[in-house]
């Protein structure tokens, strides 16, 4: 019996202990993960610190060379199939080049959840004056403010006005206090202005490659403001039927707002200019020119670069860590692209704007008719050529420079040309013209056909890497020319696969500042009627031409209207539209020009039913020479642009979440 | 043993909650609410003159959100609209994206299962008057004059003008639908069009609402082939939709 009472009591003094452990311990189940950096762990050091903002610069919405048109930006939450970015670049639907295109582009951009961060770090960073000087803190201060500018410029130049956060939200907050609705298109890009000004006079004054500094915020300063006073410029051209959005200023902005936005880029551009930075310059111009993407620049035109990671030995698939470009802009060929090649094809729309030797000329009837041409190469071995178009594109003849391939292209052969430029020329692929006198082939990748025409042996119908009317749109040239900018001209064989190119993508760069100053003087001197203003722009313009090696452009006195050339709504003076047509130049392929004619409301004038031309090298038998055509690339792609789309329709997951966003007008 | 039973018994039991909410079904009874209607040329009294889908009535069930997102009843070829599987509410109704003055909103429309019909009076931008076509071996030669009802409006207190005329194209079918829905795509090129894109005081100089010029434009058709042609203009509003004559058929003879 004894026995049995002291088992019991023991058994249940042994319970009390173990229960008695429990209680005691569940102070200690309050802890940290200990895989997880906290607050106090990253802002108490500048190492941590960086840490901290290298996520944030990692999801920055830039349009790199990943960025895919209708999927967005390469991010965490994006994922799959970059090296398709390339094809289906911005550049398609810009008319700067043939690709893949898939509608407008633009998907939802709603990135609250980064700026969220960015707004924790500017709350929390003054509790550590401790540790940081206070010129420190506002340094940090300073960068943050640039980092969350841009990623309200990415929202605002899609939507217009957006929700403004600048606090960190209490999640518990009541719904009503959460669900935060737009507010103005102005006020959204006067937030923009506030935050970059505040980091114009707070960051760093240099900073190392990759990271920004205060003239990064000056750069962006002039590319946000520019865009801001596009927008009050030409919104009410669309003539949109007013809704809620634009009754409420959520949604476009007045012709009279113009001006002060444009006075914002001009002092911003000055400000970089006394920074010291000033354009990349070398005695061969052409080499030079390649130099401006290829080479560190920084402090000298480099105001904020995109790296890209270290290349190893295996490429890394669908990792944002690297690019393709190289892959995708070269033919497949011994030490070029060794996948896919070949799928962004520089256009004609493009290529006809740069300063080259005339291909067509006037007969004695006043005909156009195609100049003949001792070789393809007298092309780009004229002096009349820049050697800024040499530097962005690669012609039939060019010597790509790490491969040492010369680049073979010839559209075919015309047995006779007795003919005119447009008895050639076609709103289709073909007509009885060219059926009649025109050759072309049907030859294999790595084939050049040759054949006996009228008589003629061995004559030579297409390039090695173009053009034939077999293979598809990848691996070798649909428009008779390559892409030349951002090629690594040091590559090796190993690094022109998918995902193996790291070449940085330069954000900003001096050359844009100056073109956005120009327009903006231009711009501002319409307005308001001061001709000193727009005699200042092509300062700033001659200067891209110099470095660029083109002649100098005068103003004209009394510039015609020209905008009826490209059906726009509203007339464009030619001295603005050289103006514009410098900066598709200067600019090309940098994913510039779609967002350029998307904020000069001309895109869906420009791209109606508009298809691709390239710049086709033909032999002319009869009379041994060569000519070059426009005839439309041989996939025939038409585009389209629903001009609903210069203010995005806000997400509808978001209107789920937030009934109080009103939607934009025009859809 | 006893372990076992009460381990079968409980998936037993687990397994059956499951199929029960397998077999739940969708009793929600599918939308059958009805609104149809005419859009009316309120010059004219007649149905606008359209083609599939350039325009719709944009709706908005305000019985269900305060900001619901809207839906759209295209309008069809001969200006009458017409959806049978709406949900039963009261909704706001508005005729949109077409090529007329903007119309004001009509709130508070019950739409039920027995059907509701409601019209909607617009006024288009332009009219196409004295449309010809006139058939010279395969060479198609049409031509018109465009005229505007109003060159400009009030609304909201606001004047606004006309907007600029932009282009005068033809439109050709082989089926009896005709306009930008339904179009032969070789017509659509620049070749083939009138680029005017000026305001209506340059369009028509002596101010008596019709064009001083008369548009035309030659086209080759094929022998052998019936065809369905209209004209059509527009100006530069939110769609650039296009207002049209009426349509005119040709047959082109074999020989």
């Given at each position: ?53 290298g ?54 951009y ?12 500017i ?24 980092l ?10 899609r ?75 030409y ?8 809704g ?57 035109e480099d ?7 270290e ?21 497949l ?13 520089p ?51 060019m ?60 004559v ?115 001295n ?92 | 043993?006893?372990m ?131 058939l ?12 505007a ?94 207002n ?12």
């Amino acid at each position: 019996m004894t026995m049995k009472k002291n088992m019991n009591t023991y058994k249940y003094l042994f319970l009390a202990v173990i229960f008695g452990f429990i209680v005691s311990s569940c102070h200690d189940l309050d802890l940290e993960p200990k895989g997880i950096f906290d607050e106090g762990t990253l802002f108490n050091s500048d190492y941590g610190i960086r840490t901290y903002f290298g996520a944030i610069y990692n999801e920055l919405p830039i349009e790199d060379l990943n960025y895919y048109h209708n999927r967005g930006y390469a991010s965490g939450n994006n994922i799959s199939n970059y090296w398709e970015g390339q094809k289906n670049s911005p550049a398609v639907l810009g008319g700067e080049a043939a690709g893949r295109r898939d509608g407008d582009g633009t998907p939802e951009y709603w990135p609250y959840e980064r700026i969220r961060r960015i707004n924790n770090f500017i709350e929390a960073i003054p509790d550590y004056s401790a540790i940081h000087s206070e010129q420190q803190i506002n340094e940090y201060i300073g960068e943050a403010r640039f980092l969350r500018a841009f990623y309200y410029f990415g929202m605002v130049k899609r939507y217009g006005g957006i929700p403004i956060i600048d606090k960190v939200q209490d999640p518990a907050a009541p719904l009503e206090e959460l669900q935060t609705p737009r507010s103005t298109e102005y006020d959204s890009w006067k937030f923009i202005y506030e935050d970059l000004k505040f980091a114009m006079n707070n960051m760093a004054e240099k900073s190392v490659t990759g990271r920004a500094n205060r003239y990064s915020a000056a750069a962006l300063m002039t590319r946000a403001m520019l865009y801001a006073g596009s927008t009050a410029n030409y919104f009410e051209t669309l003539n949109i039927t007013p809704g809620p959005a634009i009754n409420a200023g959520l949604m476009g902005m007045q012709r009279d707002q113009a001006a002060e936005f444009y006075q914002y880029v001009i002092e911003a551009a000055d400000f970089v200019q006394k920074g010291g930075y000033r354009l990349h310059d070398g005695a061969n111009k052409e080499i030079a020119f390649t130099e401006v993407f290829t080479e560190d620049l920084n402090g000298v035109e480099d105001l904020f670069v995109k790296q890209f990671g270290e290349f190893g030995n295996s490429s890394i698939y669908n990792s944002r860590l690297h690019h393709s470009w190289d892959s995708m802009v070269l033919p497949l060929g011994t030490g070029l692209a060794s996948d896919v090649g070949s799928a962004l094809h520089p256009a004609w729309d493009l290529i006809r704007l740069y300063q080259m030797p005339a291909i067509a000329k006037e007969n004695e009837n006043g005909d156009l008719v195609p100049v003949r041409f001792n070789s393809l190469n007298d092309l780009w071995q004229s002096e009349e050529m820049e050697p800024r178009a040499k530097g962005t594109f690669f012609f039939s003849g060019m010597t790509e420079l790490a491969s040492k391939e010369v680049m073979d292209l010839q559209a075919g052969v015309y047995r006779k040309f007795p003919g005119t430029l447009a008895d050639a020329t076609a709103d289709a692929q073909t007509n009885a013209y060219m059926e009649q006198y025109r050759i072309r082939t049907h030859a294999a990748r790595g084939q050049v056909d040759v054949q006996t025409v009228d008589g003629v042996p061995n004559v030579k119908i297409n390039g090695l890497y173009g053009l034939s009317l077999s293979g598809g749109d990848e691996g070798r040239s649909l428009t008779g020319a390559f892409i030349r900018k951002y090629v690594n001209p040091a590559a090796t064989a190993g690094e022109r696969g998918l995902y193996r190119s790291s070449t940085p993508f330069k954000v900003f760069r001096y050359a844009e500042v100056l073109l956005n100053r120009a327009e903006a003087l231009y711009e501002l001197g319409l307005l308001t009627g001061d001709e000193s203003k727009k005699t200042e722009a092509f300062v700033y313009i001659n200067q891209v031409r110099a470095r660029a090696g083109a002649r100098a452009y005068t103003m004209v006195a009394s510039p015609k209207d020209v905008g009826l050339e490209i059906n726009a709504v509203y007339p464009i003076d030619e001295n603005l539209q050289f103006i514009r047509d410098e900066r598709a130049r200067e600019l090309a392929f940098e994913n510039h020009r779609f967002f350029d004619l998307r904020r000069w409301r001309v895109l869906h004038s420009k791209m109606e039913n508009f298809y691709h031309r390239g710049l086709m090298g033909y032999y002319v038998v009869d009379e041994g020479k060569y000519i070059f055509l426009n005839d439309r690339e041989k996939e025939n792609r038409g585009l389209n642009y629903n001009r609903a789309n210069y203010h995005q329709q806000i997400p509808g997951s978001q209107i789920n979440r937030n009934p109080n966003l009103i939607r934009n007008d025009g859809h | 043993m006893k372990m076992k039973n009460l381990l079968y018994s409980l998936l037993t039991v687990g397994f059956l909650l499951c199929a029960t909410s397998c077999m739940e079904i969708d009793n929600f009874d599918a939308p059958d609410a009805r609104v149809s209607g005419r859009l009316i040329d309120k010059t004219t009294g007649q149905n606008f003159i359209t083609d599939h889908g350039d325009t719709h009535i944009r709706i908005w069930e305000m019985s269900f959100s305060e900001n619901p997102a809207p839906q759209g009843i295209p309008v069809q070829f001969d200006g009458t609209y017409n959806n049978e599987r709406l949900f039963a509410g009261t909704y706001d109704m508005l005729p949109q994206n077409g090529p007329y003055w903007p119309a004001d909103t009509i709130r508070g429309v019950r739409i039920g299962r027995s059907g509701a019909t409601q019209n909607f009076e617009v006024t288009p931008y332009l009219h196409i008057t004295d449309f010809e076509a006139t058939l010279e071996g395969t060479m198609l030669t049409l031509s018109c004059r465009l005229s505007a009802p109003f060159k400009e409006m009030t609304i909201n207190g606001v004047t606004v003008p006309i907007p600029n005329v932009l282009e005068v194209r033809p439109f050709l079918s082989l089926t009896q639908y005709c306009g930008a829905a339904n179009y032969i795509g070789e017509y659509w090129t620049n070749d083939y069009r009138v680029n005017l894109r000026r305001p209506w005081d340059r369009i028509d100089t002596n101010g008596d609402g019709v064009s001083e010029e008369t548009y035309k434009i030659t086209i080759p058709v094929k022998k052998g082939y019936t065809y369905n042609v209209r004209m059509g203009a527009n100006v530069n509003y939110t769609d650039q939709k296009f207002n049209y004559s009426e349509v005119k058929r040709i047959v082109v003879p074999n020989d």
